[in-house]
């Protein structure tokens, strides 16, 4: 109880400047990227401004991660923009609350525990698709809109200063950590560029030219929808992919920033603010969101390392929307576009490119599919989910061909087959061909002391086996049986008659 109610640990030590300066890094990057998200779902620039906000500091308080950020995603914009085009807005937002108690529900049954299940490839893949999905991301910044409406390239001396700032940009990134760590780079990096474009009055995309961002506070807002089966019809199975796509995205980001700071966050813990934070998005005119990896990235590059830093960005970006849109409007895009490659270059697992040709080809090929379906499809929860269950497959196959029997007759004429590998679905059917029922002797003993039977069709694999030999008049017994095992038979005594051989040796429990 006492760690559910302690949300800020007082004894870790806190750099406050640190906290202070990277969290006001992180909501300029915000900005920009909480826009495009909106825009993407066909929602008001505000309803991805406004759940930046909420979601920032409802998860930076009560979450699992100190350091994380969450906000309004792509990857949630992505999944609700059918919504918004069929059935509006205000349906958005009841997806979202809906959403969120789902998100809860997986919290508070302990689900978020089966991140762990995700293998280190897919990981792998995760990160470096999501790398490029930032990157080209960045590419829309180098588009401008013509007088037909049609977005086309940049050219002549436009494209030359956009390229010559975002390349400053990432100068200062690179090279200030080389010579002073006391403040961050990626904020020195947004300043300097634009000082220098205010001051040169150079002309160049700003932030001001993707959407005006005045605003107020988020107004506290019931969804306008009929309260009955069929908006639940509607809005369930949206609901149910963003609350899914968001677990995924988070815990995913959570496992990442645990490896970067050599440190552990508490998933359950996470997943119930995130749900709680979607929830209150939903009633206070935001379109929901999730972790960011992205900002994250930032937010952990500057040093941060406690919850100060993503309540700082979070309260910032709404006073900048309530009281500085006019001087962040200014903010020329350049700087946040060298500052998102910066980030989409640090998050790529360079080293992956190691590991080809010295790991198994089918992890490799699980990271590349990963990573070509987030770059493709843009759904990270479907490209993380097709990598798990590729995984598995490939897990079972090759446990499948590991099973194994040494044969042998004793002095008393008694044929034993000892048992190597796991006995389950993948491999009932090897196992089965070990052994020559009609070459047999009357009596056979079937040693589990290096293998376990895992599941039922391990269990019905013994049974058929049993079966084959009382039709042929032998008999058949079962040694070395583990607790587990010995259990799983126990509870499966009505289809399946063995005998279990009690082993004078490892004090086998006798059951017959």
């Given at each position: 109880?006492?760690?559910?109610?302690?949300?800020?640990?007082?004894?870790?030590?806190?750099?406050?400047?640190?906290?202070?300066?990277?969290?006001?890094?992180?909501?300029?990057?915000?900005?920009?990227?909480?826009?495009?998200?909106?825009?993407?779902?066909?929602?008001?620039?505000?309803?991805?401004?406004?759940?930046?906000?909420?979601?920032?500091?409802?998860?930076?308080?009560?979450?699992?991660?100190?350091?994380?950020?969450?906000?309004?995603?792509?990857?949630?914009?992505?999944?609700?923009?059918?919504?918004?085009?069929?059935?509006?807005?205000?349906?958005?937002?009841?997806?979202?609350?809906?959403?969120?108690?789902?998100?809860?529900?997986?919290?508070?049954?302990?689900?978020?525990?089966?991140?762990?299940?995700?293998?280190?490839?897919?990981?792998?893949?995760?990160?470096?698709?999501?790398?490029?999905?930032?990157?080209?991301?960045?590419?829309?910044?180098?588009?401008?809109?013509?007088?037909?409406?049609?977005?086309?390239?940049?050219?002549?001396?436009?494209?030359?200063?956009?390229?010559?700032?975002?390349?400053?940009?990432?100068?200062?990134?690179?090279?200030?950590?080389?010579?002073?760590?006391v403040v961050p780079a990626s904020l020195t990096a947004i300043l300097v560029t634009t000082a220098i474009v205010l001051g040169l009055g150079l002309e160049t995309k700003t932030v001001g030219d993707i959407s005006p961002i005045k605003g107020g506070f988020p107004p506290f807002h019931i969804p306008s929808v009929p309260f009955n089966l069929e908006t639940l019809n509607i809005i369930f199975p949206?609901?149910?992919?963003?609350?899914?796509?968001?677990?995924?995205?988070?815990?995913?980001?959570?496992?990442?920033?645990?490896?970067?700071?050599?440190?552990?966050?508490?998933?359950?813990?996470?997943?119930?603010?995130?749900?709680?934070?979607?929830?209150?998005?939903?009633?206070?005119?935001?379109?929901?969101?999730?972790?960011?990896?992205?900002?994250?990235?930032?937010?952990?590059?500057?040093?941060?390392?406690?919850?100060?830093?993503?309540?700082?960005?979070?309260?910032?970006?709404?006073?900048?929307?309530?009281?500085?849109?006019?001087?962040?409007?200014?903010?020329?895009?350049?700087?946040?576009?060298?500052?998102?490659?910066?980030?989409?270059?640090?998050?790529?697992?360079?080293?992956?490119?190691?590991?080809?040709?010295?790991?198994?080809?089918?992890?490799?090929?699980?990271?590349?599919?990963?990573?070509?379906?987030?770059?493709?499809?843009?759904?990270?929860?479907?490209?993380?989910?097709?990598?798990?269950?590729?995984?598995?497959?490939?897990?079972?196959?090759?446990?499948?061909?590991?099973?194994?029997?040494?044969?042998?007759?004793?002095?008393?004429?008694?044929?034993?087959?000892?048992?190597?590998?796991?006995?389950?679905?993948?491999?009932?059917?090897?196992?089965?061909?070990?052994?020559?029922?009609?070459?047999?002797?009357?009596?056979?003993?079937?040693?589990?002391?290096?293998?376990?039977?895992?599941?039922?069709?391990?269990?019905?694999?013994?049974?058929?086996?049993?079966?084959?030999?009382?039709?042929a008049g032998k008999e058949l017994h079962l040694k070395h049986l583990s607790p587990d095992c010995r259990r799983l038979l126990k509870n499966a005594e009505k289809i399946i008659d063995v005998n279990i051989l009690e082993d004078p040796t490892y004090k086998v429990a006798v059951e017959i």
């Amino acid at each position: 109880m006492k760690q559910v109610l302690s949300l800020f640990d007082l004894s870790q030590k806190v750099n406050y400047k640190n906290e202070v300066l990277s969290g006001l890094t992180v909501a300029l990057a915000l900005i920009p990227e909480a826009i495009a998200f909106a825009l993407i779902a066909g929602l008001h620039p505000l309803t991805g401004l406004y759940a930046a906000f909420s979601m920032g500091l409802i998860t930076s308080v009560f979450g699992g991660r100190p350091g994380m950020i969450s906000g309004a995603t792509g990857a949630v914009a992505v999944v609700i923009v059918s919504l918004a085009k069929s059935h509006g807005v205000e349906y958005i937002f009841a997806a979202v609350i809906l959403a969120g108690i789902i998100q809860m529900a997986a919290g508070f049954f302990k689900l978020g525990k089966f991140i762990r299940l995700v293998p280190h490839p897919v990981m792998f893949g995760f990160v470096n698709g999501l790398a490029i999905v930032i990157f080209m991301a960045q590419l829309g910044s180098f588009k401008i809109t013509n007088t037909n409406g049609v977005q086309e390239w940049m050219q002549g001396s436009q494209l030359y200063i956009m390229l010559g700032l975002v390349l400053l940009t990432m100068f200062i990134i690179w090279g200030l950590p080389k010579i002073t760590k006391v403040v961050p780079a990626s904020l020195t990096a947004i300043l300097v560029t634009t000082a220098i474009v205010l001051g040169l009055g150079l002309e160049t995309k700003t932030v001001g030219d993707i959407s005006p961002i005045k605003g107020g506070f988020p107004p506290f807002h019931i969804p306008s929808v009929p309260f009955n089966l069929e908006t639940l019809n509607i809005i369930f199975p949206y609901a149910l992919i963003v609350a899914g796509v968001g677990l995924i995205e988070s815990l995913l980001t959570l496992n990442l920033i645990d490896e970067i700071t050599e440190t552990r966050g508490r998933s359950n813990k996470e997943a119930i603010a995130q749900g709680a934070a979607n929830f209150i998005t939903g009633f206070f005119s935001g379109m929901g969101g999730c972790a960011m990896i992205g900002q994250s990235l930032i937010n952990i590059s500057s040093g941060a390392r406690a919850r100060l830093s993503g309540i700082v960005a979070s309260v910032m970006l709404l006073v900048f929307v309530m009281f500085g849109a006019e001087y962040i409007e200014q903010m020329p895009m350049a700087a946040l576009t060298g500052l998102m490659i910066m980030v989409s270059i640090g998050t790529f697992e360079w080293a992956s490119f190691k590991v080809i040709g010295k790991m198994p080809n089918h992890d490799i090929l699980v990271g590349i599919l990963v990573a070509g379906i987030t770059v493709l499809l843009h759904n990270l929860a479907l490209a993380v989910l097709i990598g798990v269950i590729i995984s598995a497959l490939v897990f079972a196959w090759e446990n499948a061909k590991r099973i194994r029997a040494r044969k042998y007759v004793d002095d008393k004429g008694i044929k034993h087959y000892e048992i190597f590998g796991p006995l389950f679905f993948g491999s009932t059917q090897a196992f089965s061909e070990k052994f020559d029922v009609q070459g047999d002797p009357d009596t056979v003993i079937i040693d589990f002391q290096e293998s376990r039977i895992n599941d039922m069709s391990g269990i019905e694999a013994l049974n058929k086996i049993t079966e084959r030999y009382q039709k042929a008049g032998k008999e058949l017994h079962l040694k070395h049986l583990s607790p587990d095992c010995r259990r799983l038979l126990k509870n499966a005594e009505k289809i399946i008659d063995v005998n279990i051989l009690e082993d004078p040796t490892y004090k086998v429990a006798v059951e017959i």
